[in-house]
Nanobody, 124 residues
Framework: VQLVESGGGLVQAGGSLRLSCAVS????????IGWYRQPPGQEREGVAC????????YYADSVKGRFTISNDNAKTTVYLQMNSLKPEDTAVYYC??????????????????WGQGVQVTVSS
């Protein structure tokens, strides 16, 4: 299983970035895939995820209305569109996947598959 993130970088507050997670060796059916982030000196936290079964999406309160998660029709890539970025969004963003429901996905100990992470830095 490989999850490969891309799209991170440096952006000014109020700007936008789109992260991509390319998935291989993993059957998306009945799985949930999404994004965690880990700010400097803090624990990893769930940001958003999408369930393949019905396409349901789930978001952390801190990003609702600003971030949008989606996947391509082939279900091989998951995207995170991040708008109205804030300095507190600065973190390493990780793609995570497992065969759990969208609520359980926000428990990091239940996620078996992780990408290597990509840095997102938002300057004020």
């Amino acid at each position: 299983v490989q999850l490969v993130e891309s799209g991170g970088g440096l952006v000014q507050a109020g700007g936008s970035l789109r992260l991509s997670c390319a998935v291989s060796g993993f059957t998306f059916d009945y799985a949930t895939i999404g994004w965690y982030r880990q700010p400097p000196g803090q624990e990893r936290e769930g940001v958003a995820c999408i369930s393949s079964g019905d396409g349901s999406t789930y978001y952390a309160d801190s990003v609702k209305g600003r971030f949008t998660i989606s996947n391509d029709n082939a279900k091989t890539t998951v995207y995170l569109q991040m708008n109205s970025l804030k300095p507190e969004d600065t973190a390493v963003y990780y793609c995570g996947a497992d065969y759990v429901d969208g609520i359980s996905w926000f428990v990091p100990g239940l996620i078996s598959y992780w990408g290597q992470g990509v840095q997102v830095t938002v300057s004020s």
